[in-house]
């Protein structure tokens, strides 16, 4: 386990918010980050109070991307094709 300050994104409905300088454990083998209660609590209180604008340190603009049209058909081979 190795002590980190992590940086995340959370989701809520429509709405996004960026938390940084939390103080994380991070497993060396796995990259599971824990929080200690704390940490946790203050995420909480955070999130329970809907990430209000006035308490942002900063804001960013996130491009948002769309899938739609991209994703590509893989071509059909032999085994894909099935006869009744
Ligand atoms: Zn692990």
Do not use: H, N
């Not at 454990?25 to 824990?34: A, H, I």
């Not at 203050?42 to 006035?54: K, N, T």
């Amino acid at each position: 386990m190795v002590a980190k300050t992590m940086r995340t994104a959370i989701w809520q409905g429509d709405r996004v918010a960026i938390v940084e300088d939390i103080p994380a454990l991070v497993c060396g083998t796995c990259s599971e980050q824990f929080y200690d209660e704390p940490v946790s609590d203050a995420l909480r209180r955070l999130a329970e109070d809907g990430f209000p604008a006035d308490a942002a340190t900063s804001e960013i603009v996130v491009p948002v991307f769309s899938l739609k049209g991209r994703i590509q058909k893989p071509k059909q081979t032999p085994e894909d094709v099935y006869v009744d």
